[in-house]
């Protein structure tokens, strides 16, 4: 009891590092996931081709070789300094979950009925507002779960910053470990209660995401 | 005598290889119900399609109010439409849908209210009066904060058909619009449509199969057979004395 309680306090200290960059890295995966999402779907074949390159790329390579690329690739290759660790880790989950999530806005728009467009058009609404009123509303409510369901999984990616030596709980437990071999079990153990206590949060909104797009209205 | 609101001039249709309209003229005047009747596949939804912009000519042209909807001139060039003078031209134009098409996601006061607020720019408390009234009169005074979701088919109708009316059109489009409904359902939607008919001034396109309704309400009726008008004339004319051996066929479909 006494071990697992410092164990605990040892590995809080990353706390505020996973935290930070699960928000960042969501905030900014859901942008792209929107923005990409929608250029998918423009009228003009650059954009669109140019979009499915970026989505494709992130989506068929791993996120770990990202980071690395992100990390030592690029500023050697390119003398770019893409920022702080952290920067760089929120940028390559941003990017990663950002092309899985372009894929979920995108079916989500598709999957709005086409007699919500014939409707909008019959009513005279110009595109940007057939977009919207109508398409997007309804769209967002079908992604929600989904967006829930990637989140819980970018979560779970962040543990992969402490490769570039972020201090995140994982980078704490395993300092642990190495100082500790024979509590690597219990110290383990304790990782990952913490993040499934960080998960279900996430899994709680997951649910209630379901049950909000299951009905189609918000009220 | 008045101008046409409406005129198709030689409009053809095709998808892919199929010619699904060859060569359509019709005159469409001020306040005229006109019936469109005729055999599945042969081409009446496609006829109020392309009127209501859902659907492009393949050939012709259809002539809106003297502007022509699908071309404009563009530096004395006569080119393909762009979105904003489709939109010029189409504010004059409703339509309801076979499968009601209603927002899921608004009650249906927003259903209402979301054209004449985004589209015109109207007062918001002009149009929530306005949408109310309409509600009212096709019956459903009591329903303004349900959703979609919590009507019946003949509900659902009667709201696409309110939502259509507030946007105040010159012609309405109805396209088999109590098809889709239980049965006992129907006449409640046949009721509304008959009492816009007889007091608005509106030109109204009915596609329909209720042969009885519009011996009722069209001031015409023509029968399409095979992407073209095969016979046209007054309701009575078509529908009871037609000596078309193609259109004795088809309305023998509909006498038990
Ligand atoms: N988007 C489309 N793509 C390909 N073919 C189409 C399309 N829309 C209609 N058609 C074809 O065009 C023809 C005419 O269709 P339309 O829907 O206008 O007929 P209709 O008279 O309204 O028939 P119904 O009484 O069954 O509604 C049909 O053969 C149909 O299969
Ligand atoms: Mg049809």
Redesign the interface.
């Known amino acids: 009891m006494q071990d697992i309680l410092s164990i605990s306090q040892e590995l809080s200290r990353g706390l505020f590092v996973t935290i930070s960059i699960l928000i960042a890295s969501s905030l900014f995966a859901y942008l792209m996931g929107f923005i990409s999402g929608l250029l998918r779907l423009s009228k003009h074949t650059v954009i669109r081709k140019f979009t499915g390159l970026y989505i494709e790329l992130f989506r068929g390579t791993s996120l770990i070789v990202q980071l690395f690329w992100l990390y030592y690739a690029i500023p050697m290759l390119f003398g770019i300094n893409l920022g702080s660790n952290w920067i760089i880790g929120v940028i390559a989950i941003g990017l990663n979950y950002g092309a899985y999530l372009s894929e979920v806005v995108r079916g989500s728009v598709e999957a709005v009925?086409d007699?919500?467009t014939?409707?909008a058009?019959?009513?005279?609404?110009?595109?940007f507002?057939k977009m919207r009123?109508?398409i997007l509303?309804?769209a967002v409510?079908m992604m929600l779960p989904e967006f829930g369901n990637y989140t819980i999984q970018m979560l779970k990616g962040t543990a992969l910053v402490s490769l570039i030596s972020l201090n995140d709980i994982l980078y704490y437990g395993n300092i642990l470990r190495s100082s500790n071999l024979s509590q690597a079990p219990l110290i383990y153990l304790v990782i990952l209660i913490f993040y499934f206590v960080l998960a279900l949060p996430l899994i709680f909104l997951t649910r209630k995401a379901e049950d909000i797009s299951k009905k189609?209205?918000?009220? | 005598m008045t101008k046409p609101i409406v005129e198709y001039k030689d409009v053809h249709k095709s998808f892919g290889d199929v010619e699904v309209l060859k060569g359509i003229d019709l005159d469409i005047f001020p306040a005229e119900k006109i019936a469109v009747i005729g055999p599945s596949g042969s081409g009446k939804t496609t006829i109020i399609r392309m009127l209501?912009?859902?659907e492009e000519p393949t050939d012709g042209d259809i002539i809106v109010d003297g502007k022509n909807l699908w071309k404009m001139d563009k530096h004395g060039k006569m080119v393909e439409a762009d979105?904003k003078h489709l939109?010029e031209i189409?504010?004059d134009?409703?339509?309801v849908?076979q499968?009601?098409?209603?927002?899921?996601?608004m009650t249906i006061l927003e259903n209402c209210m979301?054209?004449p607020i985004?589209?015109k720019g109207e007062k918001k408390k002009e149009v929530k009066k306005r949408s109310i009234d309409m509600l009212e009169r096709v019956g459903l005074g009591d329903k303004i904060n349900n959703?979609p979701?919590q009507l019946s088919g003949g509900q659902k109708q009667r709201v696409a058909m309110a939502?259509?009316l507030v946007?105040r059109p010159k012609i309405m489009l109805f396209d088999e619009v109590t098809s889709a409904l239980d049965p006992e359902l129907v006449g409640e939607v046949l009721e509304v449509i008959r009492d816009i008919a007889k007091n608005d001034d509106m030109a109204m396109v009915l596609v329909t199969h209720e042969m009885d309704f519009a011996l009722d309400v069209a001031d015409k009726v023509l029968f399409l057979d095979d992407g073209v008008i095969a016979e046209q004339g007054s309701a009575s004319d078509v529908i009871e004395h037609s000596e078309n051996p193609r259109v004795q066929e088809f309305l023998s479909r509909f006498r038990s």
Do not use: K
């Not at chain 1, 058009?121 to 595109?127: G, K, R, Y």
């Not at chain 2, 499968?99 to 996601?105: R, V």
């Open positions: 009925d007699g919500q014939e409707a058009i019959a009513l005279n609404l110009s595109s507002q009123y109508i509303p309804q409510r189609g209205v918000a009220n | 209501m912009t859902l979105e939109r189409r504010g134009i409703g339509m849908f499968h009601f098409n209603l927002f899921p996601h979301t054209a985004h589209v959703y979701s939502r259509a946007m």
